[in-house]
């Protein structure tokens, strides 16, 4: 809204079909993402942030062929690069950042 001040950051997620064709996967990226923003709500801006997926979900090493989203490698992976992506925005208190714990993944 024109003219408002945001109080709390908001997030917003682009999940291409293209980059990660089945919907488990999607919504498993997504769910991730979610759990991520609000372990760091607390210490980020009011800001927009839009994550949007640029590339195709790296395979594990070793592993021919896709990645499962069952995998709980595959999700930490997935949970750390989010959060890294989230302590990385300006304005991030650097305090609050050492007081948090590391995000875990199912």
């Known amino acids: ?3 408002q ?11 291409p079909k ?10 498993l990226m997504k769910r991730i993402a979610r759990e991520a923003f609000r372990h ?20 594990i090493p070793g592993e021919p062929g896709l990645v499962h989203p069952a ?3 595959f999700r930490q992976q ?6 890294a992506l989230l302590l990385s925005l300006p ?3 650097a305090h609050a950042v050492r007081a948090d714990a590391p995000l875990k993944a199912d």
């Open 18 to 27: 293209r980059l990660a064709r089945r919907a488990v996967m999607r919504n």
């Open 40 to 59: 760091r709500l607390v210490m980020l801006p009011p800001m927009d942030l839009v994550l949007k997926l640029a590339r195709k979900p790296a395979l």
């Open 71 to 73: 995998d709980k490698v």
């Open 5 to 15: 001040e945001l109080q709390t950051s908001r997030l917003g997620l682009v999940i």
């Open 78 to 83: 997935l949970a750390e690069e989010i959060d």
């Open 1 to 3: 809204m024109p003219g």
């Open 91 to 93: 304005g991030v208190a």
